[in-house]
């Protein structure tokens, strides 16, 4: 993952794109979010701790209003495409294999899978979840901006430990 973040690192900057939006931009993204923006931020580019943090939480957060709102829509209109039918069902199938820790704890449950920063879990994919189960977007949305929250901490802190020592 570090190639990957060096690598979009490396051309967002080599295309005159400032430090601060080239982290902001990688945690848009879903997959790499805020966990390879913090990264990004304090390991590649050296940037303030707490100013990386910002702008990672700000640039994972602002796309889960959109998917809360409008994915299911989205989905439902993809469906009638022939060649793209098949990538969404695919993607429902495997987004709802993740539903058992919402089924048994609920938000707390949404909290926890959005909160631990592994792959396939995190803010993209706890709002597609919360979209498909039907859970209120209001709720879910205060629940998935705590989670992507505790996520960059814990990122930042091994970032700041781990990370600088093994990659810096």
Not at 1 to 11: N, P, S
Not at 32 to 46: D, K, N, P, S, Y
Not at 93 to 112: A, C, M, N, P, S
């Amino acid at each position: 993952m570090q190639e990957v973040c060096r690598t979009i690192q490396e051309f967002l900057s080599a295309h005159g794109i400032p430090d601060w939006l080239v982290v902001f931009i990688i945690s848009l993204f879903p997959i790499l979010e805020c966990r390879l923006g913090m990264f990004t931020a304090i390991v590649l580019l050296q940037m303030n701790p707490f100013v990386g943090f910002i702008i990672s939480f700000l640039g994972n957060i602002l796309p889960i209003p959109f998917i809360l709102l409008l994915i299911n829509w989205i989905f439902e209109l993809l469906k009638k495409v022939p060649g793209i039918k098949k990538m969404i069902f695919w993607l429902e199938d495997k987004t709802l294999k993740k539903r058992d820790k919402i089924d048994k704890y609920g938000v707390w449950g949404l909290l926890f899978f959005v909160a631990i920063p592994l792959p396939g879990t995190g803010g993209w994919t706890g709002a597609l979840l919360a979209s498909l189960l039907h859970l209120d977007r209001k709720k879910s949305f205060g629940v998935i901006a705590i989670g992507v929250f505790i996520a960059g901490l814990i990122i930042t802190i091994l970032s700041l430990s781990i990370g600088a020592a093994v990659f810096g």
